[in-house]
Structures are given as C-alpha cells and as structure tokens.
C-alpha cells in the first residue's frame, strides 16, 4: 500500500463575467447572492467561510486554507460552489463588510434576534430532551414555522473534482462545470474556472522512512568502508558519521540520490563475505551505484523493504514528490457558536 500525506487548497478564486452595463455602468437590478464553498475529499468534508457576491466583485475570494489529512495518492478532491439569492431585506450591506461568518451571514438584523432565538430555545429543548431520556441520534425541534421562510436556501452552483494530476506548487487555473441555469434566482455569471493553489505533502516527503547504522563503500576499494548513520527521507538517503551529527543539523558525509527510476538488489557474493545493498540510480552519464551493508541479517530485510516502499511511494505520488511542497497552515478558526455570536453582537451593535 502506498504511503498517505496531506492535501492543501488554498487562494481559491472564482471570476465572474458580468456585462458592461452591469459592472461598468453600474445599471440594471441589483443582483446579490451569499455563496461558499463545499470540499469533500474521501470522508472529509470541510466549508468555506460565506461570501456577499454582487456586481461590484470581478472574482470571488475565499481566503480560508483547506488541508485533508491521511489522503492516498488515488484522491478524487471535490470542490462544490453554492449560492442563495440574498433578498435587500436581509442584507448586510449597511455593515460595510461582505465576508460573513458561516450561513448566518446573510441575515438581516430583526431576523437575527429571531435565529438567536429559535437558536437559544432550541438548545434549552435539547437540554430538556437529554433529561427525559431521548438519546443521541433522536431528531432535533423544527424551527417555527414564522422562521421557516427566513432560513436561506443554497443552490450548487458549479463543481469540480480535483485529482493528483492537478497538483502543482503554484497558482493554477481549473475548470468549473456549472450546475445551474442563467433564469435561477441564484445564478452568478461565472467564468467557467476557478483558480487555487493544490499541493500535497506524503509523508515519505516529510517523515523519515526510516533510519539507524550503516556501513557504506567509499571509492572502489573493497576494504574502504565508513560506518555512518543513515536516514532515508525524501529523494535522498543522508549518510552522516554519528547520530549526533544528524541532531545538530551537521553537512551529511554522503547524500544518496533516491529517484522513482533508482533501482535497489542485495548482493549475497561481497568479497567482504557478508550481504550487501547495491543502490543504483541513473545519472546524466553513467549509472552511480553505492553499496551498503549492515551487520545483522533482520537489518538487512529491513532496509531492503523500506528502500523499495520508499521507490514505490515515490512513483505513485508522482510530481508531488519532485520536492517538498509548502503548506500554509490555516489560521485557528472558531467555533460556529463563536462566529454566531459574534454575527449578532455585530446587528445587534449597528440597531442601537
């Protein structure tokens, strides 16, 4: 099985095409939408914060840095785009800012008194429930039926799925299918793409597959031989002459190229009378092959196994292995209880 690793979105953007009238003169009906985004990678699922869309945007920015963790090489990343047509009595438009807060962005300030609370009264019946004995997996109070009109409804816009051949440590463009028609009151002009930058980090790039003490062939003298302590991470196998080289972040004594096409065989007729590893892999002229032995025979089956994994993982995760791919990590995000809460202290603040 080949090893998992990390995959990050992050900088997603999605242009619109709004005619002239429209974004340059400025005419025709004011049409705003609260859209966001939807990722979904094996069982994961994560959400983009909500964004206010209307004329005045030329692309639809989502700032948030998605990562999956423990996602194979064969990872199908499905990224959906939902809108809601925002009515002008629920807008937030007198706020100023038009990134809101998860769902509840969208909503007007006497309506937000009434969602908090429809919220409060729903957690107080909750608690309630608990004491009476119903248990988890029992269905939570609807909300008044006065609310249910308030309670905005999204529409998938458009979709793509993401694979690791569309992973590349730069900025990219993408195309969009588009899942709905110009007459629906959701519908935003898209451009038919969406641009992010998609990278991936296996673990055979980050953590050390493994390591301990080595003895490896210097030159071509049968007897030069240096006992060093190997770590085979990434696209190399660093030799260095002790452990604590290693912990001071010393120069390794030899770097051993590890590619996809580096080819690993145990030689058991070593003149030196014990087994041996010969690690050969292609160069610009002649093949460079490097020898290694070890002492004891488990360590031997050892490192012959994670020598020929590690090739393995290095052909399956294909050019996200070229090099180490940078995560920016996302920033620590609230809870939804949190940003609700805020949300309307915000209303709450511009009422009064």
Known sequence: MPCTGKVALSDLRIPLMWKDSEYFKNKGELHRCAVF????CGTQIHDTDLVMVDRTLTDICFEDTITFDEVGPGFQLRVELYSSCVAEDFSLGALGPRRMSRLGG???CSSGKKIRAALESAAVCGSTSSEVGIGPGSLSPPL????SPLVPKYNLLAYTTQRIEHIQDSFKTHDLSLAASEDSPFWLPLYGNMCCRLVAQPLCMIQPVIRGQLKVKLGEDLNCWENVYGVLRGQSLCCYQSQEDLESEDKPLLVIPIRK????????SDPVQFPSIHISTPGQGEDVTY???MHKSDDMQRWTEALRHHIYNIGVWKQCCDHLMKIEMPSSRRSITAKQGSLYHEIENHQK
């Open 261 to 268: 096409d580096t080819t690993v065989c145990v030689s058991e």
């Open 37 to 40: 985004c939807l990722l979904q």
């Open 291 to 293: 020898v290694l032995t």
């Open 106 to 108: 969208s909503l007007g």
């Open 144 to 147: 008044p039926r006065d609310l």
